[in-house]
């Protein structure tokens, strides 16, 4: 980290004050398709819940392996056609042709939607459970790029791309993670999300080597708010984010405490937040889980609600 950047981030920790008047702070939220008329109910009382928070997009994702594809196209059609809100919605390498992906598209930009959450795609598991490996398709998009490369082809989409702060865990080296970033712009992408962390110094870290490599589009940071400590390990370890000892000593004694959860996993979150808004991060993107209750609470303790303007 470069001396400038401890000298800013010494300086605001001191002040112990984020100056949230002078930041207009865009978020975005991420829903992920139901599968049960129980989880559809609540994926939409919570779509309904947080969408008077007046989120710049919201996404809404592909299963491992494209195992959710239609539910995906569901969820954003219904996005479209009963809300007021922007749905971004996630395509992947995994499990389709080029033929395939494509028409998705094309339907996606007859039904209005603009934006795409470009992604290679995790691998469906192994028949025993375990993680899978990545194979492209034989007649599909063989990496990120190449599928940014053909949206592009289709219809002017704005695209949205994956960033790892700690490194993709299939990745040699974090250049590697960078260089495959480059290729994703050069071909069309605007933006980038990153995986979610737990330490903000992972994500000013990242932002420096990136800059210092002439990349310069906005990297919006990914946060989530952690009540599940169990699936988060196992969902880390494949994702390649760490898990600091100080956030699992804040949920030691909880597990049979799910309300102290919720208001630790919002408390943690929203610290983060605000030690982002206070760096000048403008943009942040929660993964809600389909949880309105935790992702309000953030946003309300950031003051971002539904009767005042964003700060």
């Known amino acids: 980290m470069s001396k400038e950047l401890c000298e800013v981030l010494s300086q605001t ?9 002078t930041n207009q702070l865009n978020i975005s939220f991420e829903f992920f398709p139901p599968k049960t008329a129980e989880m559809e109910q609540k994926l939409w009382d919570s779509i309904q819940i947080l969408q008077p928070m007046h989120p710049t997009f919201v996404s809404v994702t592909y299963g491992a392996g494209g195992t959710t594809r239609e539910r995906t196209h569901h969820t954003v059609r219904k996005i479209v056609d009963e809300t007021s809100l922007k749905p971004a919605a996630h395509l992947t390498c995994v499990g389709a042709s080029r033929d395939e992906v494509d028409q998705v598209a094309r339907d996606y930009w007859a039904a209005g939607v603009r934006h795409i959450v470009a992604l290679r795609g995790d691998p469906a598991a192994n028949a025993d459970g375990t993680t899978g490996t990545y194979q492209p398709h034989p007649q599909g998009y063989r990496h990120s790029c190449d599928l940014v490369a053909g949206l592009k082809n289709i219809a002017d989409f704005d695209i949205t791309v ?38 903000v110094e992972h994500y000013f870290r990242f932002i420096e080597r990136l800059r210092q490599q002439g990349v310069t589009i906005p990297v919006i940071p990914g946060l989530l708010p952690v ?28 597990d049979n405490e799910p309300l102290k959860r919720n208001a630790v996993a919002v408390s943690v979150a929203a610290e983060q937040a605000r030690q982002l808004i206070g760096f ?3 943009d942040i993107h929660f993964y809600t ?3 309105a209750d935790l992702t309000g609470a953030i946003c309300h303790l950031l003051g971002i609600r539904p009767a005042s303007p964003r700060p």
């Open 289 to 291: 889980l389909n949880r």
């Open 227 to 254: 009540t599940n400590v169990a699936q988060l390990k196992k969902f880390s370890q494949l994702c390649g984010a760490s898990v600091p000892s100080w956030l699992m000593g804040l949920f030691d004694g909880l």
């Open 162 to 199: 994956g960033a790892y702060p700690e490194k993709h865990p299939e990745s040699d080296s974090f250049q590697t993670d960078i260089d495959i970033l480059k290729r994703k712009i050069d071909a069309g992408a605007t933006r980038a999300i990153t995986q979610y962390f737990f330490d």
């Open 280 to 282: 000048g991060v403008k």
């Open 13 to 21: 920790l001191m002040e112990k004050t984020f100056p949230r008047e």
